[in-house]
């Protein structure tokens, strides 16, 4: 079973950037993609970003030029690296794996950014 733990959350300022990194052991498969997703209180889950096993990326509309995704194979960890920080980004982030017709979730972590 595949396994996510997030980290690099926390409080940052409005303009202000932040890291997310997103540990994931695959259990030996190979060839899945990954993505950010992330739920504020009263909204639902969100895609942020996207990134294939070969390292395409996508982003939603809210998110592009703002924030990037990257993934290190060898190390089995994708990034978030988050700029320009605004308060409407303020949410659970949460790691997704995604190999075949199966979803793995992390546990998320939160992002608060606010003055």
């Known amino acids: 079973q595949a396994q996510l733990v997030e980290s690099g959350g926390g409080l940052v300022q409005p303009g202000g950037s932040l890291r997310l990194s997103c540990a994931h052991s695959?259990?030996?498969?190979?060839?899945?993609?990954m993505a950010w997703y992330r739920q504020a209180p009263g909204k639902q889950r969100e895609l942020v970003a996207h990134?294939?096993?070969?390292?395409?990326?996508n982003y939603a509309d809210f998110v592009k030029g703002r924030f990037t995704i990257s993934r290190d194979n060898a190390e089995k960890t994708v990034y978030l690296q988050m700029n320009s920080l605004k308060p409407e980004d303020t949410a659970v982030y949460y790691c997704?794996?995604?190999?075949?017709?199966?979803?793995?979730w992390g546990q998320g972590i939160q992002v608060t950014v606010s003055p």
């Open positions: 997704n794996l995604r190999w075949r017709v199966a979803d793995f």
């Open positions: 695959t259990m030996g498969f190979s060839m899945y993609a």
């Open positions: 990134i294939t096993s070969g390292g395409s990326t």
